[in-house]
């Protein structure tokens, strides 16, 4: 599955990749996988990361309950 989108994505923030690794559990390579996804699709890296099934539904919903508390 391919999502493109017609605005350009800023880069996630360190705080992110941290809860995604610490929190998440994300290892290296998947985190590595789904930030050069998400620049060619332009697409939000939790959306991405799910897209790829490297996020549950469960850890997606905490990511976007993580992202509405500390953005």
Not at 20 to 25: A, C, E, F, N, P
Not at 45 to 69: A, I, M, T, Y
Request: proline residues 6%; aromatic residues 8%; neutral net charge.
């Amino acid at each position: 599955m391919m999502i493109n989108t017609s605005h350009p994505q800023s880069k996630p923030s360190k705080k992110l990749i941290d809860f995604l690794q610490v929190k998440i559990g994300l290892s290296q390579n998947a985190l590595d996988l789904g930030l050069r996804q998400s620049q060619i699709e332009q697409a939000p890296l939790p959306v991405v990361l799910w897209s790829f099934g490297l996020l549950s539904l469960q850890q997606f919903q905490q990511v976007l309950d993580w992202e509405r508390d500390n953005q």
